[in-house]
């Protein structure tokens, strides 16, 4: 509902993030691929796992930035009820949560138009459903520490921006040469390489699916803990 009162105020409201994913999906495989023609195995491969790649992390980015400073915004909410970080965080992730669907929608679109390909449907579901699980522990982390600490939210957005820069997003994994390796350290690397291979209808490797996997156990564990120690503290922190 929320993010349908938005649209009808600005005319695109939240889809203002799917305007941004298709200009960044047109100037940067433009960009990168006039550059690196020689380099790269495939323009059009590239260029559509750009698209996969900008739309997963457009969303898990635009969840984690606004989960961060959530308390901060629902501080005169907060005041006169009894909410809970639990329904501020799902608040957070469903307003974007329609974003992705139009998204992945139009990815999947172009795709078929375009290149005639079409994704493997039930992995893709599969992938979204990891990718939603680990945006919201995310988001609930992100929720909880900026409650704490209200300035926290430039941290976070700063190391969203690192760990864009350090992921394969703009690049492809075998520009690493030897040291590819070192993409089994990045955790995002793993929910990209679900993503993305189910988005393409690619081979994913099925150590990938069990990293991202532990990934939503291990991720949902810490943020349960961190809800349930926070949770009698809350409104102190008002």
Known sequence: MSAVRACRRSGLG???????????????????????RRQLGNVEDY???????????S????????SAIAFARWMPVIRHSPLSFSVIALSVLLRHLPV???????????????????PAFPLLA???????????????CALVLGARFRDI???????????????????????LGRFEYLLLLNPFYYLL???SGAAMNLPIPADHWLAALVMTGLGGGAA????????????YWI
């Open 224 to 235: 349960l803990t961190l809800y349930r120690w926070s949770r009698r503290r809350w409104r």
């Open 47 to 57: 260029v559509n796992a750009l698209a996969a790649a900008l739309v997963m992390w």
């Open 14 to 36: 939240p889809l203002w993030n799917t305007v941004g994913v298709l200009m960044a999906v047109a100037t940067v495989g433009m960009l990168f691929g006039t550059f690196l």
């Open 126 to 140: 599969a992938a979204m459903i990891l990718l939603v699980a680990n945006v919201g522990w995310m988001g609930i």
């Open 100 to 118: 992705l669907l139009i998204n992945v929608a139009l990815l999947v679109m172009v795709q078929a138009v375009l290149l005639g390909r079409w």
């Open 59 to 66: 969303f898990l980015s635009a969840v984690t930035n606004d």
């Open 153 to 175: 939210g430039q941290l976070v957005a700063n190391a969203l921006q690192i760990a864009f820069l350090l992921t394969p997003i703009l690049w492809p994994p075998y520009f």
């Open 193 to 195: 390489s679900v993503f």
